[in-house]
């Protein structure tokens, strides 16, 4: 069984830096139930595909997994792509289904022109196009024809993907979506694959129209794990920031604005910073995969989202780089003291306007990093969304042009002596300006010499 990765990105060569396989050689690797092999049929500059093939080996198979339904040689395991395949990517292209690259850490990071075929899956187109078209792919999914003299179509699909996406995000769609439209696991299905699912769905799966169909077949259909993923799935979509974006919009802002943050800490060097308002713990998580962030809190009012992102970033495991705890940035707090930047991400506008001046009292006044990021909804680029009315979370108290922005942030600046610029989160559009708005505040240089 088959998939190719193919990109035009120049140089598309850097596919086998994300993939981390070069693109010069044949890679194998020895997997439970057969070979998987990584090899390049083109590697140029202007267009490069990975093939990833499985070589599944019946018998292993049937060692493998006793109560396998169908007959240890006459099956559609070898050829067709299914849950092994799954198995197989999730093997050998870890690092990259996380996101991680060493050499190309931005080009990780952003989204990518991709391809995607898979020549024979299990599965019909109409099934298909429901799962991967909400996801920002372009799908063409062509039915593949039975032997002429039988006539009529097989109950196999040639699935071709293309978009604009994260290498990391198109990875881990097909890591939990190929299983889903095959629909016969080839494994036990074990609680932990509850969290694999959550692992791999972050981001999309909360907000995706099929999310119960998915998780109920990612799981095999037991009832009790699809009931207990589709709790969590609904606590994270509480604490999405986007929650009433459309899907695709929202995967994309939400992964701009979090490396916009990490920018402007990586900018102003610092090491030990503060979450507030971590909600759901959104951008703790790429806080921990980043390790210039020595010390790392993550704190909010809501001991329900402080659940929630414990679980997400598995605090128990993190030992004390990473600490959480409960507090109201309207009330000072001395245990936010002393440390290098504070972090207020899509949380302003979660306050009354009247208990704003509370707000920066905390943390312009008592608290004093010398660093503080705030972003917000820019309300001017509404007009973009279809369909929404209203603010884009029902929770928002208010959201702001960018004149209304600015006012508050330079009246700020000026009070607590910092010095504040602004800086666009996502596309810039000459009329209404990016999505989200960041400010960047900064302890007037005087003090800090003294
Ligand atoms: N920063 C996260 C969460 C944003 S949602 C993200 O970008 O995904 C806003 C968060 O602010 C919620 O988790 C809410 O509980 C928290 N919040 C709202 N008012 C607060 C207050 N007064 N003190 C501390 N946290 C507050």
Redesign the pocket.
Known sequence: MLLTVSTTHRPATDLGYLLVKHPDRVHSFDVPTGTAYVLYPEAAADRCTAALLLDVDPQRLRAQQDTFELGQYVNDRPYAASSLLASALNKVFRSALRGVSKDRPELAAAPLPLEIAVPVLRGTSELATRLFEPLGWQVTATPIPLEPQIGGDSRYVDLQLSGSVRLADALNHLYVLLPVLDDAKHYWVAPDEIEKLLRSGEGWLAAHPEKVLITRRYLAHKKAYATTALQLLEGDET???DAELPVTRKISLASHRRDAVLTALADAGAARVL??????G??LTALIKDRRFTEIVG????SR?LAIAARRIHLERLGDRVRLFQ????YRDDRLRGYDAAVL???IE??DPP?LPA?AETVFGHARPATVVVTTPNVEYNVHYEGLTGTRHSDHRFEWTRAEFRSWASRVAARYRYEVTFRPVGEDDPATGAPTQLALFRTVSAEVAQ
Request: proline share 0%; glycine share 12%.
């Open positions: 604490t999405d920031e979450d507030l308002g971590c909600g759901g959104a951008l704190a909010d009012v809501s989202a507090s109201a940035l309207t991400m899509e949380v979660h306050l208990r707000l």
